[in-house]
């Protein structure tokens, strides 16, 4: 099990469990922390270049919040959840189907420079 099989399965409509993020983590062979960054990264970059649908990443970030909640998420981890969050909710004064342009894209650019400059997002 790896961050591909993770995304496969919820392209197949099938919400990730704890045990596929455990697996995923024993394939990747670091850290919790490190696995959890480097899968928001991935999901994150994924989504920025147009791989990847605003839902499908944001439900893998969502996942990735059950399997390692947000009171323990580094800071790279919550800036890339707080902007699928951002993208899920209109905001006052906005118009519909607006939310990835004008909050998910902008914030995920800014943690893709502030956490992982060298990364092409």
């Not at 905001?91 to 992982?116: C, I, W, Y």
């Amino acid at each position: 099990m790896n961050i591909e099989d993770i995304l496969h399965q919820i392209v197949e409509n099938d919400y990730p469990s704890a045990g596929a993020f455990d697996d995923a983590l024993a394939s990747f062979g670091g850290s919790r922390k490190a696995f959890s960054e480097n899968f928001a990264k991935e999901v994150a970059l994924r989504y920025l270049q147009g791989n990847l649908v605003f839902d499908i990443a944001d439900c893998a970030i969502n996942a990735l919040s059950d399997w390692t909640p947000l009171e323990d998420f580094s800071a790279c981890c919550w800036a890339i959840y707080r902007a699928f969050d951002e993208g899920e909710y209109l905001h006052r004064g906005q118009s519909v189907g607006t939310n990835e342009e004008l909050f998910t894209r902008p914030l995920l650019r800014q943690a893709m420079t502030d956490f992982f400059p060298d990364e092409d997002g």
